[in-house]
């Protein structure tokens, strides 16, 4: 394919110089046909005017027409000497006259020869043949004209071998830019297939797995922009397939720990190690929740992902719901030893058109955030308030606090800070992945930020909506 492809161009490439070549011939035929044409009657008239100044010259010599009319020969004669320069003011003798070459029948049969009343004088033609009549004078006295048909194309034989001489000339010149134009074509059909070869192997290597080949693209045409696409294209390709691969082990690992601590627990409890007692029963019980939850959390992600997570939009208060999660939330912190605080002004509304049971999990998600990683006797501070068509909701916790370089992360899913991964520091790492599927599907934004409380500062931008629509 690539071969046949390299052939089209060298074709294509080949077939447009051959057409530009074509048409420059044709041009120059043309060009040099009318070019040699008008030298050919500018010569003619040139001999013209010598034969006009011969007969001016010789006319009082000969005293009228008559004896041109009666001597065939004198008038060849003259037409012989009109192929002469003479030398200027000296008249040619009749002798002279008589050394000089055959006339051309052609120039001959188109000259118009009339004395002064405008009949012909010898049998050259006729006056409707001449475009122009040059009249003929000795002395201030007209004698006559003497006029000459233009040659409407090349039919002497000289010209004609002098133009078909020129004409080969150019069809070899032709035939020599054809050849170079062919020369030139094949390595630069060579040089667009190399580039396209190139990127070929590699979507090749980029369709069996190898998301980390790489193509040049240092030139600023279509294929360099296609080449930096396709860069582009195998890098988005490379991070997607390691957070698969992210993705699959961090799943693995938060499914294998609770399955690991109920399959121990069940197994003490086979073996009579561990009571069967409502001790037991609690312990597998909080391990199966945590388990539910965990893949609950991770079917929603997947439906998130999907597209196929349900919204029932209506029109509601964010500010009210956000109240009321955080009530039903406040004895949960009281037993952690958080304070909880909500700062907004009292008659703040905000009115989205959103799903209440989708903002509710986000309030929630944010809140159990902050509870969850916050060290007891700390703060959890809760603002709201309106920037132009957003409302701006600002969630704040006290120590500790995020490294600068992770915050960006924070809405990864199963990510967490710490490295051990233990599950006394909260759940899987899917909340606030939820809170940016959340957010995002309300045509907001949430990002994380270091809060002046020493902990985390979480803020979510939500597109507001006129109360009443």
């Given at each position: 394919m690539l071969f046949r492809l390299k052939y089209k161009w060298f074709a294509t490439l080949l077939l447009s110089l051959c057409l530009v070549i074509i048409g420059m011939f044709a041009l120059m035929q043309w060009s040099f046909d009318r070019g040699f044409l008008r030298?050919?009657?500018?010569?003619?008239?040139?001999?013209?005017?010598?034969?006009a100044t011969l007969l001016e010259q010789h006319y009082p010599l000969?005293?009228?027409?008559?004896?041109?009319?009666?001597?065939?020969?004198?008038?060849?004669?003259?037409?012989?000497?009109?192929?002469?320069?003479?030398?200027?003011?000296?008249?040619?003798?009749?002798?002279?006259?008589?050394?000089?070459?055959?006339?051309?029948?052609?120039?001959a049969r188109r000259l118009v020869l009339l004395d002064a009343k405008g009949r012909p004088v010898v049998p050259a033609g006729h006056r409707s043949c001449a475009e122009e009549l040059r009249p003929l004078q000795v002395d201030g006295h007209l004698i006559g004209y003497l006029g000459l048909a233009c040659q409407r194309k090349v039919a002497l034989q000289h010209q004609l071998v002098f133009a078909s001489e020129q004409k080969r000339a150019f069809f070899l010149i032709a035939l020599a830019m054809a050849a170079g134009a062919a020369l030139l074509a094949l390595p630069l059909a060579a040089a667009m297939v190399r580039r396209v070869q190139s990127l070929a192997q590699a979507t090749h290597q980029l369709a069996a797995g190898c998301?980390?080949?790489?193509?040049?693209?240092?030139?600023?045409?279509?294929?360099?922009?296609?080449?930096?696409?396709?860069?582009a294209l195998a890098r988005t390709l490379e991070q997607n397939e390691q957070a698969r691969r992210r993705w699959l082990a961090d799943i693995s690992h938060e499914l294998r720990t609770p399955l690991a601590v109920l399959r121990g627990e069940i197994e003490a409890l086979q073996d009579g190690l561990r009571p069967l007692d409502a001790a037991a029963l609690a312990s597998l019980q909080g391990e199966t929740l945590r388990l539910g939850r965990l893949v609950d959390d991770l079917y929603q992600l997947s439906l998130s992902d999907l597209g196929a997570l349900t919204y029932r939009w209506q029109t509601l208060d964010a500010v009210a719901?956000?109240?009321?999660?955080?009530?039903?939330?406040?004895?949960?912190?009281?037993r952690a030893g958080l304070e909880l605080c909500f700062e907004w002004p009292p008659d703040l509304t905000a009115w989205l058109r959103t799903d209440g049971?989708?903002?509710?999990?986000?309030?929630?998600?944010?809140?159990?955030?902050?509870?969850?990683?916050?060290?007891?006797?700390?703060?959890?501070?809760?603002a709201a308030h309106r920037d132009g068509a957003e409302l701006v909701i600002d969630v704040q916790d006290s120590a500790p606090g995020v490294p600068q370089e992770s915050l960006p992360r924070l809405f990864e899913r199963l990510y967490r800070v710490e490295t051990s991964r233990s599950r006394e520091w909260g759940g899987a790492g899917l909340g606030l992945s939820i809170c940016r599927s959340i957010v995002e599907a309300h045509g907001g934004s949430i990002q994380?930020?270091?809060?002046?409380?020493?902990?985390?500062?979480?803020?979510?931008r939500l597109p507001l909506q006129e109360e009443g629509r």
């Open positions: 030298y050919v009657n500018r010569l003619e008239q040139q001999r013209l005017e010598q034969l000969l005293g009228d027409w008559q004896m041109l009319q009666t001597n065939p020969t004198l008038w060849r004669q003259l037409l012989r000497a009109s192929l002469v320069e003479p030398e200027s003011g000296e008249l040619l003798p009749m002798a002279a006259l008589r050394r000089h070459g055959p006339p051309e029948d052609l120039f998301y980390r080949v790489r193509v040049e693209a240092h030139a600023n045409d279509e294929l360099g922009q296609l080449a930096r696409d396709f860069n719901l956000l109240v009321q999660v955080g009530e039903e939330m406040r004895g949960a912190f009281t049971d989708r903002l509710q999990q986000l309030f929630s998600n944010l809140l159990a955030n902050s509870l969850a990683y916050t060290d007891g006797g700390g703060r959890v501070r809760v994380a930020r270091p809060s002046p409380l020493g902990g985390v500062w979480i803020e979510v």
